[in-house]
């Protein structure tokens, strides 16, 4: 498991007025009330003396003495005052998950290459309701969990047989991460009925960031699937190859790409744009209010050769910069699904041995439009195929009885005829869906498995079929 965070120690001693707050208030309150916060109001004074007195209560008279420790007392109250923020990406982080989030970052934990968030349900009073499952962003590519088959927009509901519905986002990702080479079972539940178990085995995940590959001769396919530090120089790589090989016009996919490094997206945008806004932030704080703007003579293609992007609901944060900077700018036309719709920045901020992360920001595309909870909606919608109710309950019966990677396992290279048998063996049984979408089902499935997939599969993949459409002016 992975989670992706900016730790920046710059500003500490700015924060140090909240860093004494937060660490140690109780103190304070009671010391020096005017000192917590020197611009706090009369009615921050009086919440601040009510905490104080409730807090001394009950360590002096709360029966189970010893569930009274400072620490255990000061952690509650923190861990409740992001609750009531009701967004799921600001937390406290204790020191426990503090040191876990460490070791993971020195290679000493594995994980399953899943990027996860707490599934954002409102009730009608438009408040977040607690206790929702915990949804998939995105599998990604080439990882543990990419390769079982789960989905992005599966949720996680249980791990290891417990329920993840009482269990913060920090606990399921403590819960999947572990040593390499040791088993995790997920319990995931795709649609409204479909559950059934996934095991995978944990590994150091390192993820390639760029594929690519040249499609009819002429149109530059690029796969992002991560935005790091590493990924604009790879770009321009690529962009130089397709330039050497004549490549006249370019399909960018961002599908299943949780999003990553800002600077790395703003740098690849300005590859494509000449002028014009990529994304502005927006915050209460005046520091973090910018707007990142293309540069001239940065761009690497030209303004006149056609562009596509690709987008999926699997598609999130910075590659959803991506794709409003392109489609604002009228650069490149988008196609696929709303994406993900994750458009808040965090500060991550230490506190001696624990810390917190907090939203202070939110991406706007260049039109002006949020795109937290909104998504980019993309200029040609291709929604996923939807099933009838007798697939539906076919496909139900494929994935919970392993059919398909059962057949993949015995077939690696499955042949037309293989394939063909197949299809005859399920209509048999009474477990017929559309033969296209039975081959899409196979060929993922030969795809995730394999160690050298290939870049794209036109027969497969009915998106980056329409953008070769569009872009070939058919």
């Known amino acids: 498991m992975r989670i992706v965070n900016n730790i920046t120690r710059k500003e500490r001693l700015i924060w140090i007025a909240v860093t004494v707050f937060l660490a140690g208030f109780i103190l304070l309150v009671s010391l020096a009330p005017a000192v917590v916060a020197q611009g706090a109001t009369f009615e921050d004074q009086k919440a601040l003396q009510k905490f104080n ?35 799921p990406y600001s937390a406290y982080i204790t020191e426990e998950a503090l040191r876990d989030l460490e070791d993971t970052s020195t290679g000493s934990f594995g994980g399953v290459g899943l990027v996860i968030s707490k599934q954002r349900l409102f009730n009608d009073k438009g408040a977040l309701i607690e206790n929702t499952p915990i949804e998939v962003v995105s599998p990604i590519e080439g990882t543990p969990a990419y390769k079982a088959g789960v989905n992005a927009g599966d949720l996680i509901i249980k791990v290891e047989g417990d329920s993840t519905l009482d269990m913060s986002l920090d606990e399921v990702v403590d819960r999947l991460r572990g040593t390499p080479g040791s088993k995790v079972t997920m319990t995931v539940r795709r649609g409204e009925s479909l559950e059934f178990n996934v095991t995978v085995v944990r590994s150091n995940i390192e993820i390639p960031t760029v594929k690519h590959a040249i499609i009819n001769n002429t149109i530059g396919y690029i796969k992002i699937i991560e935005f790091t530090s590493y990924t604009p120089a790879r770009i321009k790589e690529v962009l130089q190859e397709f330039t050497d090989k004549g490549v006249k016009s370019l399909v960018i996919d961002v599908r299943s790409n949780p999003g990553g490094v800002l600077t790395s997206v703003i740098t690849i ?20 209010n910018v707007e990142y703007t293309a ?166 993949d009915p998106v980056l079929e329409k953008a070769v459409q569009v872009i070939s002016g058919k």
């Open 53 to 87: 007195e409730i807090y001394y209560y009950i360590k002096d008279y709360y029966v189970d003495a010893e569930k009274t420790d400072a620490t255990s007392l000061i952690n509650g109250a923190l861990e409740g005052l992001f609750n009531s923020l009701d967004d």
């Open 269 to 288: 945008a300005d590859y494509f744009l000449s002028e014009g806004i990529i994304v502005s932030v927006k915050g209460r704080v005046a520091v973090d």
């Open 295 to 460: 540069k001239k003579n940065n761009d690497l293609v030209p303004r006149t050769m056609p562009m596509v992007l690709l987008v999926d609901r699997g598609s999130a944060s910075a590659s959803e910069i991506l794709a409003g900077a392109l489609k604002d700018n009228n650069r490149a036309t988008v196609i696929g699904e709303t994406s993900y719709g994750k458009g808040t920045v965090q500060h991550v901020k230490l506190i001696g041995d624990s810390g917190f992360k907090l939203t202070v920001a939110k991406f706007y595309s260049p039109s002006g439009d949020t795109i937290d909870k909104v998504g980019v909606t993309p200029n040609i919608v291709i929604k996923e195929e939807e099933y009838s109710d007798s697939e539906r309950q076919a496909y139900e019966t494929i994935i919970k009885e392993n059919l398909i990677s059962d057949f993949v396992a015995k077939n690696p290279h499955p042949s037309e005829r293989d394939i063909n048998a197949f299809i005859a063996g399920l209509k048999k049984r009474g477990l017929v869906l559309r033969e296209i979408a039975l081959k899409r089902l196979i060929f993922r499935e030969v795809y995730r498995t394999s160690n050298n997939p290939p870049a794209f599969d036109l027969a497969t």
